[in-house]
């Protein structure tokens, strides 16, 4: 029995594990009204049986890693970029452990017992090495070639992580666009301490280029649950231009167009802001941030410039503010 509102409610977890049970829950909802809480980390085992998925009849929901409105004071922009927002790895003294155990039990659990692949040690190849495409440009070939894994097995492999909810592609904003602009999407791990698990690390391995791509990853993973529980309604993009003119993120929706682009360093050169410019030059409406490394808060060339730790703890009144 569960306090409040969730009184006399069943909460089934990992519903993908049994998805003969649906036809029950199904039954039960009908014929004595009952409610149900299911919880699920993969659809994809769901949807090639066929199973009673009960359109109509239930509402969906994602949840995402913890969010800094969540955490409030608990929230170190330091520990999150290199922890990520997992709730054991944000109550864990030394989360590293949990982190690994987490992404070998992924491997172990979700891939192979459900039957998603074959060949576990093709696949542990590919995951590292699409964690070096984090936050950049997918391209599908180059990951195949250098995970010596075939393209198609790849796609496949790439799907299976969007349906274990374990990755996204970010897709480019061409919205009336007047000029060329590139047409891979970008890659993003769903959190940036397993980002930072997954990826290799070594005496080649910049680690501030690490750092770098993990605050991104924190700052995108913020974006989508703060736009997800608040029901913002925003569609998500990023935008870049073939000579290389970028925004990290793009915002559009109802209530308008926002562009954001996230710096880890502390003191801003004039070119950290020409893809923001150019992408102002094409969308005039647009609201235009920076959030960077510093902790000092100002405009300048019209663009709102704001410490990291501070935008991400002030997203939901950043993106529900409707446009002018």
């Not at 922009?77 to 790895?89: D, I, N, Y």
């Not at 070998?104 to 074959?118: C, D, F, P």
């Not at 391995?205 to 690490?210: H, K, L, V, Y």
Request: with cysteine; charged share 25%; glycine share 8%.
């Amino acid at each position: 029995m569960l306090p409040g509102n969730f009184r006399n409610w069943v909460i089934i977890d990992e519903i993908q594990r049994v998805p003969e049970l649906l036809n029950e829950v199904h039954r039960l909802i009908e014929g004595r009204k009952a409610r149900f809480v299911l919880t699920g980390s993969s659809a994809r085992k769901l949807r090639g049986k066929g199973i009673n998925l009960l359109g109509g009849r239930a509402l969906t929901y994602q949840l995402f890693p913890l969010t800094a409105v969540e955490l409030g004071t608990d929230f170190n922009l330091k520990r999150s970029v290199e922890f990520g927002h997992l709730p054991v790895a944000c109550t864990e003294k030394e989360p590293q452990p949990y982190l690994e155990s987490y992404v070998k039990t992924y491997l172990r659990e979700e891939v192979q017992q459900e039957g998603l692949t074959r060949n576990l040690g093709a696949f542990a190849r590919f995951l590292e090495t699409a964690s070096l495409s984090q936050t950049g440009q997918l391209n599908i070939s180059e990951v195949a070639r250098d995970s010596s894994v075939e393209r198609k097995v790849v796609e496949n492999y790439f799907h299976i992580l969007e349906d274990l909810l374990l990755a996204q592609r970010l897709p480019v904003f061409t919205k009336r666009a007047g000029r060329r602009i590139v047409q891979h999407p970008k890659f993003y791990i769903f959190d940036a301490g397993v980002y930072r698990t997954i990826r290799p690390k070594g005496p080649l391995d910049g680690p501030e280029e690490i750092r770098g791509s993990a605050l991104e990853t924190l700052v995108y993973q913020e974006l989508r649950a703060i736009n997800s529980y608040m029901r913002l309604g925003y569609d998500l993009y990023y935008w870049r231009t073939p000579t290389g003119s970028e925004v990290d993120f793009v915002l559009y929706g109802e209530k308008g167009l926002i562009a954001i682009e996230v710096k880890s360093t502390g003191r801003l050169r004039n070119k950290d802001f020409q893809g923001l410019r150019d992408f102002v030059n094409d969308y005039p409406i647009a609201r235009s941030y920076l959030f960077y490394g510093g902790n000092r808060s100002h405009f300048i060339h019209n663009v709102q410039v704001l410490p990291v730790a501070d935008a991400i703890q002030q997203l939901p009144s950043l993106l529900n503010n409707r446009q002018a």
